[in-house]
């Protein structure tokens, strides 16, 4: 019999095995798809990182060209990197069609480059012809169909 002086004993019941090896799997699917999300694979797009201004697009291109504003730290810029640049249609048609250039809007280099064209979120994916006029922007992260589109319109023009 328990008094008012003696502290109530509870008999911890132990967790059934099905717990345990769900929040297990929790865990490695949660880790897997992290993984997934921030580490892209490499793509053979023939990325420009030298250009910081629109007057050295104008320079150095003789063509439009596919500017991609990013950030270390951007978690869509990753997935996209991952779900459009990685696949092999978008890949050809911007090295065979484009001039790319890859911008690290944290980068002190970029800075002209950022103000120029009033980037103020990542990813942000413009294209812009030889004189750095803009001819097609995209804000956020877009799919490849939507990329592919953009391209499309571009060379219609």
Known sequence: MVTKDQPVKFKKARP???WKIFWLSFLVVSLAYAWYSFYPPSNSVNWDNE???KQEISNAFDKN???FFTAEWCSPCRIMKREVFANEEVEHRINSEFAATMVDIDAVASEALVN???IVATPTTVIVN???EV???AVGK???GRFL???NTVLAQ
């Open 51 to 53: 250009i910081a201004s």
């Open 130 to 132: 030889a004189e750095g």
């Open 16 to 18: 059934h095995p099905f």
């Open 65 to 67: 060209t596919v500017l």
């Open 149 to 151: 589109d953009m391209l």
């Open 116 to 118: 120029h064209y009033k």
């Open 135 to 137: 001819l097609e922007f």
């Open 142 to 144: 877009i799919d490849k």
